[in-house]
């Protein structure tokens, strides 16, 4: 059981006048995939939210190692070394592709800077970033919109990936080709936070797994536990893996 | 190299040349046209000049300065006492030595105007972030307070900015006589729109607007403290104002306290044909607009006003959010 | 009965019951209680801003919509009594088709206005309005033939209210008998009766759904409610308030010029008496245009005073010259802004609950 990189204690959120967090509890170990599951309405896209410092937790702690991100700014939150990848995307579509990329690559001035191995990396895993490069990104399909997410959430080495359902509203072929990414990035020693309801995806790259029910972390556990207990996975997900 | 053709929107873009055709016929003669051509054109440059800092301050910012005349008539007012003190330089038939009066002024113009400029998004624009009615009514207020300031300083009534000596004057190009100021003024804008394009296209700085203008929160989440770029992004924009202004004043050859409050509703429709946030837009509002008003106050001077909100009117009909919106998530 | 007569909008405050009681009671007998002409005519000043400004707080307090265009239709009201009155002569009859062409111009105008604003965002829709009301400006000013230019108007209104017409020989515990008199209380009158209809108006269910739109259009939308409609006959109503206001105006001073009644410095006081007075609450209108007017003329004075106290330091008598009465103003609206965001009406109501 390896320590956690991140930990979230009795975090509760309020947006306005609601109340959407009543005390989460999360742990995610480092250098594993860890998958938070639940249905619509959770509290799982303002759990990340509260992470990245989007949203401020009323109570409550968010630590990432030796770093209190409960009260700090995003853009600090950023620079410690966490990736977030929105719901929406968050692509800049009037910026090319390779526009895009570039900004995610703080330390580099201009294009040229970036990390060229890594660059070849992420196209041998992404091909549609290299064949767009110089394109806008609104041009692309949904598809192609959510692998460049991800790609700039790579472009430089992070310690921690918060990824928010990465695979909605994707053809299955190119479900597999970003489930082969994660699984290269899991391997390559990074820690990841995945937000995510098909079940391929928590079933194939999960080591540990957090359902989120009603703004609270009702179950916590190993990957490979969840997957052999049916009836709790009815019971909090209404449906099997 | 792929073959792709980038589709660009030129629809816009159009419409320039269009404006000036359709005022052809409608001149009298080819030399009355081209001399309130080239006369629109530089007032659409200097319009521009001035209301590039406030789509962008907009666009980024989601920050609505009712109150950025405010930096023109402080531009021109510095200006005027400036070349006040040079005036054996402005006197002097020689280009050179007119130049070398008339780019300090300009340069001292944007200084005072940027430091005023950071001084206002301090105490009057930052506490009102994200409030749209407050910000309407504080920068009102802000505007009237320095046009009451700029009264105090050099009182209540016009003050005289000539130009100088070798600027004065005409070129003849046939039978048409352009203005060698103007001139100046179409060089000094298209420096000024090459400059802001080079920015904004090429630097990481620039990229940074870009996409801030987009997505504020997104850009935060990479890792980049938006609020520095904000701050940066206002007191350009005021300084641009400044230089604006003092092209305007040397325009008028006349200052006047209310200057700022005048010059406003012009930017405003400006911004508003061109889309805020977009720098574009912006050159073509403001070119159109210039344009619009030269002609207009030849063939029709009362209407000059209200050619150019029926301009917008017509503009916003085509377009409700401007001719190039920036697309925002 | 008399929350019959306020729409059910009370004070909700004793303080500012009691405020109201004594204003209107002021203004009720101010030509007895402040002799003289120069209070009557502040007087009469304070009840037509009332009106302005009232008209202004159904349009931004209530429905939330900034508009700089006020003062346009409050030009349009004095204007159209003012040609009315210069090409008609001075009767009742010209009177009401001075009044009557003014609310048909206004009414046209702020529908058109209204129906293009929900084409574009409440931002657009600001500048859009300063964009018209000062063409407007340059117009009345250049349509000199018309609109007596910049000089403006001078004309006579009818012999009841004019300054000439005494119907007693005695004055009356000091006061003179006159037409003036008459016509200071004719404005006293509609002023109410123009006030009390706006209570109405916010008070009803109309009123209401305004709110609710100023409050989440996209939710006020999809219960139902078409915005569209709401908004532009807010606008109409506003509009038609305000040419009202301009009316009392040329009525009362029997001129009217592009200053008078278009000027930019005017949108300025409107805008400074609604947040001081309070946004959204009518009574707000009443305590702030009161405060305002009693401040303007009277200040300035002041100001007169102590710039000649000071005049050994020339920069410091600049500031504080009488000339630069609007620098302080301006400062008076920013700190309103930023401290007192409800308004005098909205923290006597504060105090009050708790």
């Known amino acids: ?241 | 190299m792929n073959g792709k053709k980038l589709d660009f929107d030129w629809k816009p873009i159009a419409l320039v040349p269009l404006l000036a055709l359709v005022a052809l016929p409608l001149s009298g003669s080819f030399s009355t046209w081209l001399t309130l051509t080239v006369a629109g054109l530089a007032m659409g440059m200097i319009i521009f000049i001035i209301a590039s800092g406030l789509t962008l301050i907009f666009g980024l910012m989601d920050v609505l300065n009712f109150g950025h005349g405010v930096f023109i008539a402080l531009g021109a007012f510095v200006a005027s006492s400036v070349l006040g003190l040079m005036s054996d330089w402005t006197g002097s038939q020689e280009l050179w030595r007119n130049l070398l009066a008339v780019f300090p002024a300009m340069l001292v113009a944007m200084l005072v105007a940027g430091a005023v400029g950071l001084a206002f998004e301090r105490f009057i624009v930052r506490p009102v972030y994200g409030q749209h009615l407050k910000q309407i009514l504080i920068t009102m207020g802000g505007m009237i307070i320095g046009e009451e300031l700029i009264k105090v300083i050099w009182g209540p009534g016009q003050v005289p900015l000539p130009l100088p000596e070798a600027l004065r004057g005409s070129l003849l190009l046939g039978d048409a006589a352009i203005s060698k100021y103007r001139i100046l003024a179409v060089v000094v804008g298209v420096v000024v729109f090459g400059l802001l394009a080079w920015t904004l296209g090429r630097t990481k700085i620039g990229l940074l607007i870009r996409a801030g203008v987009q997505d504020r929160e997104m850009v935060e989440s990479l890792g980049y403290r938006i609020g520095r770029l904000f701050v940066g992004v206002f007191v350009v924009g005021s300084a641009l104002a400044g230089l604006g202004g003092v092209m305007w004043g040397l325009f008028q050859q006349n200052l006047v306290p209310q200057m700022g409050a005048q010059v406003n509703v012009l930017i405003f429709i400006v911004i508003i044909i061109g889309g805020l946030g977009s720098t574009a837009g912006a050159l073509i509002g403001a070119l159109l607009v210039g344009l619009m008003t030269n002609y207009t106050g030849f063939i029709l001077p009362t209407a000059t006003q209200f050619a150019s909100i029926a301009l917008m009117v017509a503009v916003l009909l085509w377009r409700p959010q401007g001719v190039y919106p920036v697309a925002r998530r | 009965m008399l929350s019959r007569l306020l729409s059910n909008d009370l004070p909700r405050s004793r303080l500012l019951a009691l405020l109201l009681a004594v204003l209107v009671l002021g203004l009720a007998f101010a030509p007895f209680i402040f002799p003289g002409v120069k209070a009557l005519s502040v007087a009469a000043k304070i009840l037509v801003f009332i009106v302005l400004v009232a008209s202004f707080d159904l349009l931004l307090g209530y429905t939330g919509i900034v508009s700089f265009a006020q003062t346009m239709f409050f030009g349009i009201g004095a204007y159209g009594v003012a040609i009315a009155a210069t090409r008609l002569g001075a009767g009742w009859g010209a009177l009401a088709i001075g009044l009557g062409a003014a609310l048909a111009l206004s009414l046209v105008l702020s529908f058109a206005i209204g129906l293009f604003s929900l084409r574009v965002r409440a931002i657009f829709f600001a500048m859009i309005t300063l964009a018209v009301a000062s063409a407007f400006l340059t117009l009345a000013s250049q349509l000199s033939d018309f609109t007596g230019g910049e000089d403006g108007l001078t004309f006579k209104m009818p012999a009841l209210i004019s300054p000439s017409f005494e119907f007693a020989d005695e004055p009356f515990l000091g006061v003179s008998l006159d037409g003036r008199l008459l016509c200071y209380y004719l404005l006293f009158v509609v002023a109410v009766g123009l006030v009390l209809a706006l209570l109405r108006i916010v008070n009803s269910p109309f009123g209401r759904v305004l709110q609710a739109i100023r409050e989440n259009e996209f939710r006020a939308e999809a219960i139902g409610y078409r915005v569209v409609v709401y908004r532009t006959t807010a606008s109409v109503l506003s509009a038609l308030f305000a040419t009202l206001a301009g009316a009392m105006l040329a009525v009362w001073l029997r001129y009217n010029g592009p200053d008078t009644s278009l000027s930019f410095e005017i949108m300025v006081d409107v805008l400074l008496i609604v947040v001081i007075g309070g946004m959204g609450t009518i009574y707000g209108a009443v305590v702030g245009a009161v405060l305002f007017v009693i401040a303007q003329s009277y200040l300035q004075d002041l100001l007169r005073i102590a710039s000649e106290a000071v005049s050994g330091l020339p920069w410091l008598a600049a500031l504080l010259s009488p000339d630069r009465w609007l620098l302080w103003l301006g400062l008076l609206f920013v700190l309103s802004v930023y401290y007192f965001p409800t308004g005098i009406v909205g923290r006597l109501r504060a105090r009050a609950s708790r």
């Not at chain 1, 895993?125 to 064949?131: D, E, G, M, N, T």
């Not at chain 1, 699984?183 to 957090?210: H, M, P, W, Y």
């Not at chain 1, 019971?235 to 099997?240: F, K, M, T």
């Open chain 1, 1 to 241: 059981m390896s320590d956690a990189l991140l930990s979230l204690e009795g975090v509760h959120t309020h947006i306005g006048a609601y109340h959407i967090l009543h005390g989460v509890d999360l742990a995610v170990p480092r250098g594993q995939l860890t998958m938070l599951l639940g249905r619509n309405g959770a509290g799982k896209t303002t759990t990340l939210r509260t992470i990245m410092g989007l949203w401020h937790a009323s109570k409550g702690s968010v630590r990432f190692g030796a770093h209190d991100l409960t009260a700090m700014h995003t853009p600090r939150i950023a620079e410690l070394g966490i990736a977030y990848v929105p719901e929406n995307m968050g692509i800049f579509s009037d910026l090319t592709v390779k526009e895009n990329m570039l900004l995610a690559a703080r330390a580099a001035k201009s294009a040229e800077a970036m990390d060229e191995a890594r660059l070849e990396w992420i196209f041998r895993l992404f091909p549609a970033v290299q064949k767009f490069w110089n394109h806008p990104a609104g041009k692309l399909s949904g598809g192609q919109k959510q692998m460049l997410a991800v790609s700039r959430a790579i472009v430089e080495p992070r310690e921690l990936l918060i990824v928010d359902e990465p695979s909605k509203g994707l053809a299955p072929a190119i479900i597999n080709n970003m489930i082969e990414a994660f699984g290269e990035l899991k391997r390559s020693g990074v820690t990841i936070l995945l937000v995510e309801q098909n079940i391929f995806f928590a079933q194939r790259l999960g080591d540990s797994v957090a359902v989120m029910d009603n703004g609270r972390v009702v179950h916590s556990g190993s990957m490979a536990d969840f997957s052999a207990d049916e009836a709790l996975q009815q019971s909090l997900l209404g449906l099997a893996l």
